[in-house]
């Protein structure tokens, strides 16, 4: 016996020597982050407040209309089924590291060669067999299953904050779109109504036909522009009736009943240092887990390559029934203890461990990619913000200014002291002005939604692996 324990310890040692020389790399890789945002923080808000900033709009609606598309979502069914999977993974990994356990039974009707006779015999018992995990190989699998678990929940709350944003930036949209075309109506009606009053002056002798022609074609003009503004509110139902599966009559009488108001200057507050917020990046956090699983997984194909290990045992119980008279024969063995030597397989395993560190070099470079993205993406969105706050006052200045010109111009008109040109000249520029300023209030709230998601919607790392780890669904009071 000892002389069999001294062969298996030569054979092993420089095997196990080896394995200790080849050590897998590193679960981590450095990504590069900017010391500081090279765009300006939106002042005020809280930080706390970023998770569930539409609560703040004071909009219920869109609180509904968020709820409603999660709970249709494919990319939530799907984010909820791969962590179904992830976590099978980790089950079927985890239970590679202990023993196993079957049960066998059977029974028959035969000649005996040792009675010389036909005799009935049955027998049940046990097996179990256990891979001594020599080298981490199964432990590694185990890791990796783990790593992409976490990566997995990860994966369902971005799919939470895409839904969420997306259904914010339709509605926002929308209701734009539907202030739009109101503005559209109401210069449709103003310009008919100058049309009409030209042609009555026309008619009576006090008008030029080129002047009255002017008048017909800026309401033609105006119908038009009516019409097409129509018809993009209609495509914008169509979006968010996809989205949310509501009913577009239902869709149409809440809208008209919540138009909604503009939205406050500051909804949320952004950490200063950038390594915290993409901290918060749930697509970054899964690209991390995803380099430590390629870590774990290069492992377990360098261990492939060593000496395995293995343990069997049995017991069971016999029964030979014979002229009418049973024996009980028991039996229960440990072992064999079975050592396999990879000795030659063609390169299999080392393809196996040049494929599995090519999946890492992949991963890390995918994490550092990743990390350059969620850097830029926030970057621009900070812009955006910015920038909509710095145009926001002249905006309103030229609307208003715009308006007062166009209100004296139209007296002026009516009073016969301006001409119908220098009209159409100040509806133009009013209607510009009011357009833009509309268009601007929803410019500045689909900044707010895009710094939301590219803040990674208030995610906390780890309380999303504590969630993965022990909860068979996803946070639900995440929604």
Same mark, same amino acid.
């Given at each position: 016996?000892?002389?069999? =324990?001294?062969?298996?310890? !030569? $054979? ?30 939106? =002042? ?6 970023? /998770? ?96 992409? $678990? ?38 449709? =009606? ?16 006090? !008008? ?77 956090? =899964? ?23 293995? $343990? ?20 229960? /063995? ?8 990879? $000795? ?136």
């Amino acid at each position: 016996m000892k002389l069999c =324990h001294r062969i298996l310890l !030569t $054979l092993c040692m420089p095997l196990a020597l080896v394995a200790c020389a080849t050590p897998a790399p590193p679960a981590t890789v450095a990504a590069p982050v900017p010391a500081a945002w090279n765009a300006p923080l939106p =002042h005020q808000g809280s930080l706390q407040d970023l /998770s569930r900033w539409w609560t703040q709009l004071g909009d219920p609606l869109l609180v509904e209309l968020m709820a409603a598309a999660q709970d249709l979502s494919p990319d939530l069914a799907q984010a909820r089924a791969r962590i179904a999977q992830a976590r099978a993974v980790q089950v079927a990994s985890r239970a590679d590291l202990g023993p196993s356990l079957d049960a066998q039974a059977k029974a028959g009707r035969g000649f005996n060669e040792q009675l010389g006779h036909v005799a009935s015999t049955a027998q049940a018992g046990l097996a179990t067999n256990w891979e001594l995990d020599l080298f981490g190989a199964n432990a590694a699998a185990e890791t990796a299953a783990g790593q992409r $678990l976490a990566g997995a929940q990860a994966l369902w709350h971005e799919a939470r904050v895409s839904v969420a944003a997306e259904v914010a930036q339709q509605t926002s949209s929308l209701r734009s779109c539907l202030e739009q075309f109101d503005l559209a109506e109401r210069d449709a =009606h103003s310009r008919a109504e100058t049309e009409r009053l030209s042609a009555l002056s026309e008619r009576a002798g006090f !008008t030029a036909p080129a002047t009255a022609a002017l008048a017909r074609a800026s309401a033609a003009q105006a119908q038009a522009r009516a019409a097409q503004q129509r018809m993009q509110c209609d495509v914008g139902f169509k979006v968010l009736v996809a989205l949310t599966g509501w009913q577009e009559p239902a869709l149409r009488a809440r809208l008209a009943a919540a138009p909604g108001g503009p939205a406050p200057d500051a909804l949320f507050a952004l950490a200063a240092l950038p390594a915290q917020v993409l901290a918060q990046r749930p697509d970054v956090y =899964h690209a991390e887990r995803e380099v430590a699983a390629t870590s774990a997984e290069l492992g377990q194909a360098q261990a492939q390559r060593y000496p395995r290990l293995a $343990l069997s045992g049995s017991i069971s119980a016999a029964w030979l029934r014979n002229a009418g008279a049973t024996t009980d024969l028991g039996t229960w /063995s440990i072992g064999p203890l079975t050592l396999s030597l990879p $000795l030659f397989d063609g390169g299999r395993r080392a393809a196996q461990t040049d494929a599995a560190r090519a999946r890492y070099d992949e991963a890390a470079a995918l994490y550092r990619a990743r990390v350059r993205q969620a850097v830029s993406e926030v970057e621009q969105a900070l812009v955006r913000l910015a920038s909509t706050a710095e145009r926001n006052a002249s905006a309103r200045t030229a609307a208003e200014g715009y308006r007062a010109s166009f209100a004296a111009t139209e007296s002026g008109w009516r009073a016969g002291l301006t001409s119908l040109l220098e009209l159409e000249d100040a509806r133009r520029n009013a209607f510009a002005a009011e357009d833009a300023l509309i268009a601007l209030r929803n410019e500045r709230q689909l900044a707010w939604i895009a710094l939301y998601r590219a803040a990674g919607g208030g995610w906390d790392a780890q309380q999303g692996l504590a969630t993965a780890q022990s909860s068979d669904t996803p946070d639900s009071s995440a929604r």
